[in-house]
């Protein structure tokens, strides 16, 4: 497994501090300090809004939403009460999360297997109108969803589908970016794999489910996180479709809970932070996948 | 059956079939009802054709034209803070100084904002940015010698707050796709420069910059996009759709307004054109730009 190897492996070309001919007036090692305090510096800043939820949660919900969130904590104050609510009484929550858990692994699953199924097309066969509908696939890609949701969200109304996991799945199942992504990795692939299918007599389709996708498996594994990452985090089109409250997902439900009139304090904060921890977790475990898959968009091949 | 399944003529447009039907139902059939309903009064799912009036309503429409500054500012700025910042940390990410483990931990915690979502970073930045005197951006205030700031209820000041998100959010985002790039420069440039004599600085701008062209070009326009198209940061940094005196509305959140929240379908629609218009405007011309189409077609 590649776990960890991205940090705990020195880059090449790259060795500690000082060991770079110095030139300039202050030294290598010099350089190298103000450097690496300059990065641990930006990158403790860029940790306080997590950490501080993470402290929120052994604070009382109604004094953080009134007073806000403060570097003067005092210790004093702090209490797992948050935490014996959450896991005593926590109304709907865990329904949310269950729900956001199954809807993402549904939605991954679907998005995986539509999208390299389509990407395949793309990078091993000559059609005609192969170059049209690529550009169609790039252009699609880079439009932001905020400006189909309108539109989509008339049409599924007329159809019925309002309020339906299906519709929260269906529109994104062949995904442009996932599709681009594969199709670059199927580039890759030699194509005598399918010539020596097409000999014993597998179907085209036998050839990419038993012979291609098997190989796949790190542009899966990419794929897999990036979009769980997305679906996890869904919240702009469950927000238009999802109307009962029993189908609410974690960013739904946790919306719910910031009202003027809310009485739910306690939950939000301490929910919001565990609806990070299996992203979190899944991100100390697949680093690589993470940024792979994220910046997979900027890849031209 | 058995021809259909081993025809290399039909496969792949057999492949290619689910993308083409989502495109149908999902892309093509919405965006054109859409564009009949830009032209229509909507009322009780019957339109009635009123020819270009909504148009003429949005022109004349001076909520949409705030909006739309809005938008457009937030989007400028967004790409002056995010375009450069990343490039700079990504540099010194990629100098050959420095400790590698520190540089992991950097990578790493300047990663993990983009993994939360819009929902959590919004409450989190809510409760930073609050009014009291004690909340973290009033301390930081105070420290820098000015008093405690009611953030949310400031143009200015709210907008410094929303873009605090996106530069929370998008800096090791941005950073990671400059990285990328700046690795995939043949080391041998640098060596060539270095034996005639070239400095760090030299090499970054005569170097680092003009090879990381494709990669700027990307990331200034998913940017632009991810500008024009902001919305969700607003409605849960205000805890909704209303900011005071709409100082944080965007076009996309006035299009949520009239289309999801009043049901002005026809008016929405409308809104929703003229932005779509914008965007594949920009679309085409960044695709030309980086010589996308040349390549696939060749």
Not at chain 1, 141 to 147: A, R
Not at chain 1, 150 to 155: D, E, G, M, R, S
Not at chain 2, 32 to 37: E, K, L, P, T
Not at chain 2, 259 to 270: K, Q, R, T, V, W
Request: proline share 5%; with cysteine.
């Amino acid at each position: 497994m590649a776990v960890q190897q991205t940090t705990a492996r020195p880059a090449p070309g790259r060795t500690g501090p000082g060991r770079e001919p110095g030139r300039r007036s202050i030294g290598p090692t010099a350089a190298g300090w103000i450097q690496s305090a300059f990065l641990v510096v930006i990158a403790l800043i860029a940790l306080v809004p997590i950490l501080a939820i993470f402290v929120g949660t052994f604070q009382d919900g109604n004094e953080l939403i009134r007073r806000g969130m403060t570097f003067a904590v005092d210790p004093t104050s702090l209490s797992l009460d948050n935490y014996v609510l959450l896991f005593t009484d926590s109304g709907p929550y865990f329904r949310w999360f269950g729900n956001t858990l199954l809807l993402t692994v549904a939605q991954v699953a679907g998005t995986l297997l539509v999208s390299a199924f389509v990407a395949y097309g793309f990078a091993m066969y000559e059609f005609r109108t192969k170059t049209l509908w690529f550009i169609v696939v790039l252009l699609v890609m880079t439009v932001p969803f905020e400006m189909l949701m309108l539109p989509l969200y008339v049409q599924v109304n007329d159809m019925g589908l309002a309020d339906t996991y299906a519709v929260i799945v269906l529109p994104f199942l062949a995904a442009p970016v996932t599709i681009f992504f594969f199709r670059q990795y199927f580039l890759g692939i030699p194509k005598e794999i399918l010539e020596a299918g097409r000999v014993d007599g597998v179907s085209e389709f036998g050839i990419f489910f038993r012979l291609v996708l098997p190989i796949a498996k790190p542009a899966l594994a990419a794929m897999a996180i990036l979009n769980g990452m997305i679906c996890w985090n869904n919240f702009l089109w469950p927000l238009l479709v999802l109307r009962s409250p029993e189908k609410f997902t974690l960013p739904i439900g946790l919306n719910t809970l910031l009202t003027p009139y809310g009485n739910n304090y306690e939950l939000l904060i301490i929910g919001a932070f565990f609806s990070l921890i299996p992203v979190l977790i899944l991100f100390l475990a697949f680093q690589r996948f993470f940024i792979e898959g994220i910046t997979a968009g900027a890849v031209k091949g | 059956m058995r021809q259909l399944l081993y025809s290399k003529r039909l496969a792949p447009y057999l492949f290619i079939l689910p993308f083409l039907v989502t495109l149908a139902v999902f892309w093509v059939v919405p965006l054109s009802r859409s564009f009949v309903m830009s032209t229509q009064e909507v009322l009780y799912g019957q339109g009635t054709f009123i020819g270009l009036a909504n148009y003429e309503r949005l022109w004349g429409d001076r909520i949409f034209w705030q909006a739309l500054f809005n938008s457009v500012r937030y989007m400028v700025l967004t790409l002056v803070l995010l375009v450069p910042i990343p490039l700079v940390l990504a540099a010194l990410v990629n100098s050959s100084i420095g400790s590698a483990r520190i540089k992991g931990f950097f990578k790493a915690s300047m990663f993990v904002p983009a993994l939360t979502s819009v929902v959590v970073a919004g409450i989190v930045f809510r409760l930073i940015f609050a009014e009291s005197d004690s909340a973290m951006m009033n301390q930081v205030a105070e420290f820098f010698g000015f008093g405690p700031v009611r953030w949310l209820r400031g143009d200015i000041t709210g907008l410094v707050a929303l873009l605090a998100i996106a530069l929370w959010r998008w800096t090791g985002v941005n950073m990671m796709y400059f990285l990328a790039g700046m690795q995939a420069i043949p080391s041998e440039y640098y060596e060539a420069a270095s034996i005639d004599g070239a400095g760090k600085v030299r090499q970054f701008f005569h170097i680092t910059l003009p090879n990381l062209r494709p990669t700027i070009v990307y990331v200034v326009t998913i940017s632009v996009y991810g500008g024009l198209a902001m919305f969700l940061e607003s409605f849960m940094l205000y805890a909704g759709n209303n900011s005071p005196n709409n100082q944080g509305l965007t076009v996309v959140g006035y299009l949520y307004r009239k289309g999801i929240e009043e049901n002005d379908l026809g008016f929405a629609s409308a809104v929703g054109v003229v932005l779509l218009l914008l965007v594949m405007a920009i679309n085409i011309s960044y695709l030309t730009a980086s010589g996308t189409f040349k390549k696939e077609a060749a």
